[in-house]
């Protein structure tokens, strides 16, 4: 669908919170994983190379805020927690996987741009 300026501005207060915690660094690759099957903490922070405890946990927490993850934890010994995608948060696996295509197709052009870039201002 295709939204004028002026259908930005107005809508832009209600949208603006949503498409920053949607852009958040690690937003997108948590919920591919978490589409994939739901997983406890520290596989999903093995699963994201270079992500910090802090990191993870806080975006985790975010998520879980915006009905993107639901937190189960687990009584039995040990203690586990995991971590899944909603009914919500699954709706997002498409767009999602349409700009991880996008990526992937442009990968080369985008590589090629940077360094055309960096060229000039070398």
């Not at 004028?4 to 591919?32: F, H, M, N």
């Not at 994939?36 to 975006?59: H, M, V, Y």
């Not at 639901?70 to 699954?90: D, F, H, K, M, N």
């Amino acid at each position: 669908m295709a939204y004028s300026e002026e259908d930005v501005l107005r809508t832009l207060p209600g949208v603006r919170p949503v498409l920053e915690q949607v852009a958040q660094k690690w937003t997108i690759l948590i919920l591919t994983f978490l589409c994939e099957e739901p997983k406890r903490f520290n596989a999903l922070k093995r699963r994201l190379d270079g992500i910090s405890q802090k990191a993870l946990t806080d975006a985790l927490r975010r998520l879980e805020r915006n009905g993107l993850v639901q937190r189960t934890v687990t009584t039995s010994s040990p203690i586990a927690v995991e971590y899944s995608v909603t009914p919500l948060g699954r709706t997002l696996q498409e767009p999602f996987l349409a700009l991880y295509d996008w990526a992937v197709a442009h990968q080369d052009d985008l590589c090629a741009a940077r360094e055309a870039f960096d060229q000039r201002h070398a």
